[in-house]
């Protein structure tokens, strides 16, 4: 069963900085990945998908990049800002028509 | 446009009652998806529709779980003889199959 890792649990940056969120599965066996972002009592909203195929996608001040065959991904969110705080999940997609998520990483952006 | 919608937003239920969760997909949308979020959990896959397929209930937990989606769009998770930990954030979710999912704000249940 594909298992996903979000590494590390939660994090705290000063505003303006630099940081990448990390996500690893065991099952390299994907059709794609996504990032998603989660606020207190709020749904997800998507941010980026990766295909198999693809190595990196981008998106404003974020960019997702996925090596399939060691299983890892990273969300890279320059020049943080407060807005930016929320927990972050990544979750693969497998044949079996499911995403599987990982538990998510709390990123805290101190002003 | 309109994204996913759910409701109701919160729901109190007492132990033992049944409960009936809706929602609406993005128009168009083939995929719907129905996760739950325990507290302190990651997301919990239910059961996915794709078109007019079987669906995949390999997630659902329990016979006290079912869900339905008429016409292609509309789905309904009911949950019968509601225990308290049926107690979670239920979430939606539609997107084209391979394609970004598009979560709804999700329904609060707290089974008392």
């Known amino acids: 069963k594909q298992e996903v890792t979000q590494i590390p649990a939660a994090l705290s940056v000063p505003e303006g900085e630099n940081l990448v969120l990390n996500c690893s599965f065991t099952d390299s066996a994907i059709y794609n990945l996504q990032w998603f972002r989660q606020d207190p009592g709020k749904g997800l909203t998507s941010l980026l998908l990766i295909q198999s195929s693809q190595r990196e996608q981008t998106s404003g001040r974020l960019n997702a990049s996925l090596d399939k065959s060691s299983g890892r991904s990273t969300l890279y969110i320059a020049a943080s800002q407060p807005g930016d705080s929320a927990t972050y999940l990544c979750a693969v997609e497998t044949g079996a028509n499911n995403l599987f998520f990982g538990t998510g990483t709390r990123l805290t952006v101190i002003p | 446009g309109a994204g996913v919608s759910q409701s109701p937003s919160n729901k109190v239920t007492e132990k033992g009652k049944d409960v009936e969760l809706r929602c609406d997909p993005i128009s168009g949308h083939t995929a719907l998806y129905w996760y739950r979020q325990s507290l302190g959990q990651g997301l919990e896959f239910l059961i996915y529709?794709?078109?007019?397929?079987?669906?995949?209930k390999s997630g659902l937990p329990s016979d006290r779980f079912s869900a339905e989606r008429t016409g292609g769009s509309v789905s309904t998770l009911t949950i019968q003889r509601t225990q308290q930990e049926d107690s979670a954030v239920y979430l939606c979710?539609?997107?084209?199959?391979?394609?970004?999912?598009?979560f709804g704000p999700g329904t609060r249940l707290t089974v008392l």
């Open positions: 529709f794709q078109g007019n397929s079987a669906p995949d």
């Open positions: 979710a539609s997107s084209f199959p391979r394609n970004l999912g598009y």
